[in-house]
């Protein structure tokens, strides 16, 4: 299995930048997918999650409304959309894929991890 990430770059405060992540090695569509987030010195936190359909969306308070994830079940790839970024938005992004029955926030609960793209906001 295989979680590749791209797209990560230096990027000014308020402009936006798109991650992709393309997977390889199990059946896409039987998986939630989720992109997390790990600044240095602190620990990875959720960002955003897509159900296998890319039907149902959720994402943590502090990206509400300035992020998008959303999925190509054709291409086995998943994209977090970043606008209106912020310094603080600063860190490695993560994809991963959930086998959960549904919905999760918990990184416990996912299977497969990628190797992380790094996202620089300049103030």
């Known amino acids: 299995v295989q979680l590749v990430e791209s797209g990560g770059g230096l990027v000014q405060a308020g402009g936006s930048l798109r991650v992709s992540c393309a997977v390889s090695?199990?059946?896409?569509?039987?998986?939630?997918m989720g992109w997390f987030r790990q600044a240095p010195g602190k620990e990875r936190e959720f960002v955003a999650g897509i159900s296998r359909s890319g039907g149902r969306t959720y994402y943590a308070d502090s990206v509400k409304g300035r992020f998008t994830i959303s999925r190509d079940n054709a291409k086995n790839t998943v994209y977090l959309q970043m606008d209106s970024l912020k310094p603080e938005d600063t860190a490695v992004y993560y994809c991963a894929a959930s086998a959960a029955s549904s919905s999760s926030f918990d990184r416990r609960t996912y299977d497969y991890w990628g190797q992380g793209t790094l996202v620089t906001v300049s103030s």
């Open positions: 090695g199990l059946t896409f569509r039987w998986y939630e």
